[in-house]
């Protein structure tokens, strides 16, 4: 309310001045104009506190956009049309000033309508989007480009719906992984606790011939399932961002990594070599990496030939280190490569008793979690090659 009296202050001696000027009144007629000034100024402070307290009360703010636009042509035909009959005209001119305004009026009352109609017709688009989103509907956008601000605010709801409309996609994404997750994992354990469950019973029932054999057969059911639990409580932590770094050398990663799976390798005729520049240093998590290094070894010996080679190759160069396992074997079909780093996905399904199918998902996730990339080489044979930023050479004593 105090801008408006300033305002109003401000134009009103602006007014003043320019009649001295302009026109040089008598006493007389500077008496009337101040008194019409004084009378169109008290209006106009009357009018403007009026619709000051009452504009958050209509119900549409077309309405009350209307109601200022008539306001403001009534106070200005007012001052008009006062000034005009205090100017001692003759009865034709006055009614000829009269009509003129009269016409002036209406048609400044047409323009205020079509305009606060545009304004209110995008308003109106915009609560209907709105209301549409409050409903679950997230196609729906609003359609108003506008430089003003009715623009800038349809322009922050239509992004906001975007994103909601993304998040949204995103969760149901989510939520079809996640069952897919949980049935693979119920199909994995059910499995050997199946054959765990009719072994005992074969047991009790005394029913077994040979139950050596069978102990072993429930060993290695047993095994399987330690081995799924390990994978997914990795895999958790993984995805948790539990990673500890700390300076460590790839190839004395490597090295433990073939004196570890040797056994393996050798109960399949499978050589394991590593071929690594000089001390490859990366700022890494361990015990991680090392587990990374197990899950691609494993995977290669796999499917590795009887005697062949599996090869863990490690070099460095731009401060980024970077990791080749490769066998001989027939190398990633075309058709599983886009899915090779998803959990429980196995390159051969019939080999399902062989791996819980989440060495490949883990070992992106230990990747990642480093803020490094993996993927599929293109041999020949088998390959997954792995990169790690950070990296530096001959850093170790």
Request: aromatic share 4%; glycine share 12%; no cysteine.
């Amino acid at each position: 309310m105090r801008r408006l009296g300033i305002v109003v202050a401000v134009l009103v001696g602006a007014g003043m001045i320019a009649t001295e000027a302009a026109m040089k009144p008598t006493a007389a007629d500077r008496v009337a104009l101040y008194g019409i000034f004084g009378a169109v100024t008290l209006a106009t402070v009357v009018a403007g506190w009026w619709l000051r307290s009452r504009a958050r009360r209509f119900r549409s703010l077309g309405v009350a956009l209307r109601v200022v636009a008539v306001s403001s042509v009534v106070v200005a035909a007012s001052a008009v049309g006062i000034s005009a009959m205090s100017m001692f005209l003759n009865t034709h001119d006055l009614r000829l000033v009269l009509v003129a305004l009269g016409l002036g009026v209406g048609l400044g009352l047409v323009l205020a309508v079509s305009v606060t109609g545009s304004i209110t017709s995008d308003l109106e688009r915009l609560k209907m989007s709105v209301d549409a989103v409050g409903r679950g509907d997230l196609t729906v956008r609003t359609g108003i480009v506008r430089p003003d601000e009715i623009g800038d605010a349809a322009g922050a709801v239509d992004d906001m719906i975007a994103r909601l409309e993304s998040a949204e996609r995103t969760r149901r994404q989510d939520d079809a992984s996640r069952k897919e997750f949980l049935a693979a994992v119920s199909h994995d354990l059910r499995t050997p606790l199946a054959t765990l469950r009719a072994g005992l019973e074969a047991l009790e029932d005394g029913m077994v011939d040979d139950p050596g054999r069978l102990y072993k057969v429930m060993g290695r059911d047993i095994d399987a399932l330690g081995r799924l639990i390990d994978d997914l409580s990795v895999l958790a932590t993984v995805e948790a961002g539990g990673i500890n770094r700390e300076r460590v050398d790839l190839a004395e990663l490597a090295d433990d990594t073939v004196e570890a799976m040797a056994s393996i390798a050798g109960r399949n005729g499978v050589r394991l070599v590593v071929e690594s520049a000089p001390d490859v240093v990366v700022s890494a998590d361990p015990g991680a990496v090392s587990r990374l290094l197990r899950n691609l070894v494993d995977n290669a010996l796999r499917h590795a030939p009887h005697e062949s080679i599996v090869r863990l190759e490690i070099d460095s160069a731009n401060g980024t280190a970077t990791v080749v396992v490769s066998d001989e074997g027939p190398g990633f079909s075309e058709e599983f490569r886009p899915v090779a780093f998803e959990r429980f996905t196995r390159h051969d399904p019939a080999r399902s008793g062989e791996g819980s199918g989440l060495g490949l998902a883990i070992a992106r996730g230990i990747v990642e979690a480093h803020g490094g990339e993996i993927w599929i080489g293109d041999g020949p044979g088998g390959e997954v090659a792995f990169r790690l930023p950070g990296a530096a050479t001959g850093l170790l004593a």
